[in-house]
């Protein structure tokens, strides 16, 4: 009987040390809550990481401030996790804290904004949008339905910009002025962030029309500042989507209600849906398979009022067909 008793035991002890050995705690600094985008790309790593038997997910909300985010990453050092998961609010400042990340040897994951330290510093994996893509296809796409209805004297443009300093609001706006160059009869007339948030969209979008003499184009650089926008538009007597065309970023599901109900002219896509990319990184990394140092960009669409107008790499596919297919 005590030879059993230590049988069990000691295959008790075996089973123990299996499981502790195929526990994975992974960590994930989000900037904070700031878009409809934000929330859904939360949701789905949230979702992928805690529904994966024996993996363990601490997560941090930076509330869009940096210095939360730096103290977030020092606290996973210090608990000793796994794998840090980091989507950074800004651009740049993130040399040192990242740097010792690569000291204690925790394996890195960037996802959606790229720091501008990627080149300087070790991280496994990286999965993101191709901003610069995203703002080319947004002035595009207003050039050519402007082109389809008529209009191409003349025309003023405002862009709305996200957060000073992200990677997204860096790449969507070389891309929109990179764009623009070859649409001559397109003038920016204002070129303002709004924070990637419907509040500060709306109060810019105000300011806006109280400031400048004509807007026939808004670019927001995601949809939420382009909700934000319409609201302003409306209470300033104005039809948005059709005094002002109106072109967003993201393809959040409001969006498409807003484009299905005329209020919005297009959304260039950029999905947040990266729950599956992180739990096949992790996987893969844990079997042995080591990824390049190429951010891994997934397949975006357009999505608007009419369909069929081509911009760079893909063809408008209309809203009103495709809404009940959104996830978020």
């Not at 389809?148 to 443009?157: C, F, L, R, Y």
């Not at 990824?291 to 357009?302: I, R």
Request: glycine share 10%; proline share 2%.
């Amino acid at each position: 009987m005590k030879k059993l008793l230590t049988l069990v035991l000691a295959l008790g002890l075996v089973l123990s040390m299996v499981a502790s050995a195929s526990a994975l705690t992974i960590a994930f600094s989000q900037i904070g809550q700031e878009s409809d985008w934000r929330t859904a790309n939360t949701d789905s790593v949230t979702a992928a990481i805690e529904g994966h038997e024996g993996w363990e997910f601490v997560y941090s909300d930076g509330q869009q401030k940096q210095e939360n985010q730096i103290q977030a990453l020092r606290n996973f050092i210090t608990q000793g996790v796994d794998y840090i998961l980091f989507t950074g609010v800004v651009t740049s400042g993130w040399d040192e804290v990242l740097t010792e990340v690569n000291e204690a040897e925790i394996p890195l994951i960037l996802l959606d904004r790229i720091p501008d330290c990627a080149d300087k510093i070790e991280y496994k994996a990286a999965f993101g949008g191709d901003f610069p893509l995203e703002g080319r296809r947004q002035i595009q796409w207003a050039a050519k339905y402007l082109e389809s209805i008529g209009k191409t004297e003349d025309v003023k443009v405002a862009i709305m910009e996200g957060t000073t300093g992200s990677d997204a609001q860096v790449g969507r706006t070389e891309g929109n002025l990179a764009a623009l160059a070859d649409y001559p009869w397109m003038e920016v007339v204002g070129q303002q962030t709004g924070n990637f948030t419907r509040a500060e969209g709306q109060a810019l979008m105000e300011s806006w029309l109280k400031s400048i003499e004509k807007i026939d184009v808004l670019i927001a650089q995601n949809d939420d500042m382009a909700l934000g926008a319409i609201d302003a538009i409306k209470a300033a007597g104005l039809v948005p989507g059709k005094d002002i065309i109106i072109v967003g970023c993201d393809s959040v599901k409001a969006a498409f209600e807003a484009i299905v109900a005329g209020d919005m002219n297009a959304t260039i896509e950029c999905t947040p849906l990266y729950g599956p990319f992180v739990v096949k990184a992790i996987e893969d990394l844990e079997a042995g398979v080591e990824y390049d140092k190429t951010v891994v960009h997934p397949e975006e669409g357009v999505y608007d009022c009419v369909g069929g107008i081509e911009v760079e790499g893909t063809t408008s596919v209309l809203a009103a067909d495709v809404i009940d297919e959104r996830q978020y």
